[in-house]
């Protein structure tokens, strides 16, 4: 349970890094932003796995954690930034 906590908390730090990084108007808010974050991690865990850089267990890199959530935010622009733009 401690582990979720932690990640949601490493998430939300994340999410905001890569907010400020990536600056522009994004069709989600803050959380969704912070929710980015978290998957980001996750995205970046797995990733991380797969080419052997952490292995199983292992916590994620900070900032592979942060490189994982901007691709996800730059993919979320992409899919849904197009409805935002029509203003």
Do not use: C, E, N, W
């Amino acid at each position: 349970m401690l582990h979720l906590i932690y990640t949601a908390i490493i998430g939300l730090v994340v999410g905001t890094i890569a907010k400020l990084l990536m600056p522009g108007r994004d069709p989600g808010g803050f959380i969704i932003t912070a929710l980015l974050g978290v998957a980001g991690s996750v995205v970046a865990g797995y990733l991380g796995r797969a080419l052997h850089l952490y292995q199983p267990g292992q916590p994620v890199g900070f900032i592979a954690s942060i490189v994982g959530a901007i691709i996800l935010l730059i993919a979320y622009r992409v899919l849904f930034g197009s409805a935002d733009s029509s203003d």
